[in-house]
């Protein structure tokens, strides 16, 4: 039954015991993990926020609006990511390409910001070994740009198998897998953009 | 498991102008956010609605763009386990070194 199934739907896939393919169901879980990973992050942030004892801090480096163009660059890729993946599904390979390396250069927009951020607040002052704050931020932020550059480098293989031809409509459940794994580093970033960018010292003045 | 379940498992997803549709309110819900960052509105209130908007974001692009709301629920559940366990543990650990106090 699975395997008619799997000959039905044209993608040469394995199917677990739930009759979900496992590479999709292997994707979700790696998924969790990482929010594991970058919940760790995140809360140790959390812990060293306000522990610096020397400067740079938060507040005297954070341009809000330059960064919050990024955040609107990555959630921009997250609708081009769809897009690509509705194309590919209608067959229409064309746009799959259009979409997919459009997704790609606006990742390349969101490290490049990024890179230029760091080189910034180097330039400032803050370095990883320059306070708590510095190594932590650098620490999580670095990580998030790791996994985004991982996703662009995934994003343009997708576009070069389209051409030749291993990634099609019959064979899309790749582009579908790369899709939740980009989704999942924009959604990384709406956490961080909102609780370590808009309100730095929100934990310690929670209530107040 | 059908084939027919198979099928529409793997291909019950929105059409292209849900998803602009989406895209524009994750856009709004952003833009909102950081207007509400300079606003002088008390900052209990500021922290709360930021992450309530944060919360709705995030929701919005795991439920549409990576189609929790119309794949398989087991995707879910294997994602929300992740997702709870990831507060339940680091808040625990917030929660006893005073992060929140």
Same mark, same amino acid.
């Not at chain 1, 990482?34 to 812990?47: A, H, M, N, R, V």
């Given at each position: ?208 | ?25 994750? &856009? ?5 956010? !950081? /207007? $509400?960052?300079?606003?002088?509105? *008390?900052?209990?209130?500021?922290? +709360? #609605? ?25 995707? &879910? ?5 992740? !997702? /709870? $366990?990831?507060?339940?543990?680091? *808040?625990?650990?917030?929660?006893? +070194? #005073?992060?929140?106090?």
């Amino acid at each position: 039954m699975e395997a008619s199934a799997e000959h039905a739907s044209g993608h040469d896939e394995h199917y677990t015991s739930t009759g979900l393919p496992t590479p999709k169901v292997a994707m979700w879980i790696f998924l969790a993990s990482e929010c594991l990973l970058f919940g760790g992050l995140i809360s140790t942030y959390l812990l060293y926020r306000g522990a610096s004892v020397v400067g740079p801090y938060p507040a005297d480096i954070f341009d809000i609006p330059y960064t919050s163009v990024s955040a609107f660059v990555l959630l921009a890729s997250s609708l081009t990511m769809v897009l690509a993946l509705s194309a590919i599904q209608r067959g229409d390979n064309l746009r799959f390409r259009i979409w997919i390396l459009t997704t790609a250069m606006l990742g390349m927009v969101f490290v490049g910001g990024q890179i230029y951020e760091f080189t910034t607040f180097y330039n400032e002052g803050l370095g990883i070994n320059t306070n708590l704050f510095g190594s932590t931020f650098f620490t999580l932020t670095g990580f998030h740009g790791a996994h985004v550059t991982v996703g662009i480098l995934m994003l343009l293989t997708l576009a070069w198998m389209n051409g030749l031809g291993k990634v099609d409509q019959k064979n899309n459940l790749s582009v579908e897998l790369v899709g939740l794994y980009w989704h999942f580093v924009d959604i990384v970033w709406i956490v961080i953009f909102t609780v370590i960018y808009l309100i730095p010292d929100a934990p310690r003045t929670l209530g107040q | 498991m059908s084939e027919e379940q198979h099928e529409s498992q793997s291909h019950a997803h929105p059409e292209q102008w849900e998803y602009i549709k989406i895209a524009l309110i994750l &856009g709004v819900l952003t833009a909102a956010e !950081v /207007a $509400l960052s300079y606003m002088d509105v *008390g900052r209990t209130i500021q922290i +709360f #609605g930021l992450l309530a908007m944060m919360i709705i974001k995030f929701m919005l692009v795991v439920l549409w763009f990576m189609h929790l709301k119309f794949d398989s629920p087991g995707y &879910g559940k294997a994602f929300t386990f992740g !997702v /709870a $366990l990831t507060a339940t543990v680091y *808040g625990a650990v917030l929660i006893t +070194f #005073g992060v929140f106090q």
